[in-house]
């Protein structure tokens, strides 16, 4: 039905890389079409991923604040209980309306969306099965590979995606584990364990390397670790898993020292696999084209998004880079951009991260760690929320803003914030980042107060000069 006429653009991938890619080359006046295996548009993060894993969060965050802070805030229930099936249902409805959102984008913006597995086939033909079991070839000036990644897998650990599970099993448990244990300290497995904490898991976090999330700031993450733990998260860190047993009625694990050393046993209902994501290319057809990639299996790319064959595209979660939805979709627009003989860029150093356990943990630009490792003079500001007149008066205090600036010339390398909403307080330091701002330029910009954004402002005080509340 497509194949008769060419596109200008064709996107492989309806993921946040794909679709908004797709979007926004209608947009520039390119004919385009958007293939996606999936039946849904969104990919991994709408699906699976961001959006579910947000919704669990916030709904398991309102229980275990009607438990165990309402009471302190003057409000009080005969009890409280958890409906599984109802949070479910609220995720769910999440999930689907944002999927359908993005169907009805593509008809405004007169995307043409086929449901198939597409395979390249020459630098200008994409075959596609179709979902209803037929084939179509959609042909493009340009192709967009938008493929995502997917769940990386453990050797001698088979996913069943009920007692093993993925992020996507966890995301859609029928029942709350008593015993939970989670492989992988990383933000999935965090925000994952955080959920399932909540609403009553004894939650144990087995990770090899000798640090939960690796990519964080030394300080804040010893700070995050101590918060989680008294959220009574355990953590066994420097310790592999080396053998799974299911036959019983519980899952048994055999760890081991990442050194070497004595086995343990550990027992679980469920265990979480999250040890990281691998890019998907799979029946893509690239080895026949020959795309080049890296040994990780990411393809390889040029800073205008083009692959080695001239004609095909790649970004998202398959390219290097963080593996992230807004990343993604920074890609997906500076690429088309190129294509239709605009410019644009993506700079990598100034994506934001951000953890949304409670508190959550958001940073941007380089780590306390990183900027010394460069040999650059540098100064730090700090602010606590505890001095901090709006999480006082909220009585939700947890957390600190951290600042590090280069020395001589006051500049921001890098901003990273624990509290309950840094994954919304960090966008002014991304624009502070974005603009090359020092800390004295934030510290003199008007913030209204009581807010939390006011922790900022201080932090950025204390980074050239004096904070005043502290
Ligand atoms: P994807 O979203 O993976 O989309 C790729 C799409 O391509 C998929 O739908 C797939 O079905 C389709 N596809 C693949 N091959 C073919 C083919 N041959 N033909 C047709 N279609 C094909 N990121 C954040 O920024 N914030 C978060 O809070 C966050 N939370 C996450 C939580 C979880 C549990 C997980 C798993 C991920 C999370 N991520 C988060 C990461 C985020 O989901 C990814 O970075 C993002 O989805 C990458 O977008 P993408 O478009 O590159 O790929």
Redesign the pocket.
């Known amino acids: 039905a497509t194949g008769s006429d060419e596109n200008d653009v064709v996107v ?7 679709y908004v890619a797709a979007i926004k080359a209608a947009q520039l006046g390119l004919k385009t079409t958007c ?4 039946g849904t548009l ?4 709408l ?4 959006i579910p ?2 919704a669990l969060l916030h709904s398991s965050h309102m229980y275990h604040e009607a438990k165990h802070s309402f009471p302190s805030h003057g409000v009080k229930f005969p009890s409280v209980e958890v409906d599984l099936p109802a949070m479910m249902a609220q995720k769910d409805k999440a999930v689907g309306n944002l999927t359908k959102g993005i169907e009805g984008l593509f008809k405004k913006n007169k995307v043409n969306y086929v449901k ?4 390249i086939v020459s630098p200008s033909d994409v075959s596609v099965d179709t979902i209803d079991g037929g084939n179509t070839v959609v042909k493009g000036k340009n192709i967009i590979i ?4 997917d ?1 990386k897998s453990l050797p001698g650990i088979t996913i069943d995606e009920k007692r093993i599970v993925s ?2 099993g966890a ?1 859609a448990l029928k029942e709350i584990p008593k015993k939970l244990v989670v492989i992988g300290a990383g933000y ?1 497995g965090l ?2 364990g955080s959920v399932w904490g909540r609403l009553g898991s004894e939650v144990t976090v087995v990770e090899f390397a000798p640090d939960i999330v690796p990519t964080m700031d030394g300080e804040i993450r010893k700070q995050f670790q101590r918060s989680l733990e008294k959220q009574k998260m355990k953590f066994m860190l420097k310790t592999k898993v080396v053998g799974v047993d299911t036959s019983g009625h519980s899952v048994k694990l055999t760890l081991e020292p990442a050194a070497g050393g004595d086995k343990t046993e550990l027992e679980a209902d469920v265990v979480l696999v999250s040890a990281g ?1 691998v890019p ?1 290319t799979a ?2 057809g690239l080895d026949k084209i020959g795309v080049e990639m890296d040994k990780a299996g990411r393809i390889l790319v040029n800073e205008r998004f083009s692959t080695n064959v001239a004609g095909i595209y790649a ?4 390219i290097p880079g963080p ?6 979709e920074e890609d997906g627009v500076a690429c088309v951009e190129f294509i239709a003989g605009k410019v644009g860029h993506v700079d990598y150093d100034k994506v934001p991260g ?1 953890v ?1 356990t409670h508190p959550e943990v958001a940073s941007v630009g380089k780590t306390e760690e990183q900027v010394k490792s460069l040999g650059v003079a540098y100064r730090v500001g700090k602010f606590p929320f505890l001095a901090n007149s709006r999480a006082k008066a909220i009585d939700d205090a947890e957390g600190i803003v951290k600042i590090v600036a280069e020395k001589e010339t006051d500049k921001i390398l890098g901003v990273h914030i624990m509290a309950p909403n840094a994954g919304e307080l960090i966008h002014e330091a991304v624009l502070a980042l974005a603009y090359d701002a020092s800390s004295e330029d934030i510290a003199r910009v008007c913030h209204a107060h009581p807010t939390m954004s006011e922790a900022l402002k201080e932090a950025a005080m204390a980074t050239y000069d004096k904070p005043i509340h502290i």
């Open positions: 492989i991938g309806g993921g946040p890389g794909g293939i996606e295996k999936r969104g990919g991994t993060c699906n699976v991923g961001c894993s947000k198939g597995y597409g395979k938008a493929t995502g990644s769940v992020s996507t995301l999935i925000e994952m994501r998907f029946g893509l970004i998202g979660d398959v593996m992230l939805a807004h990343k993604a951000v949304y």
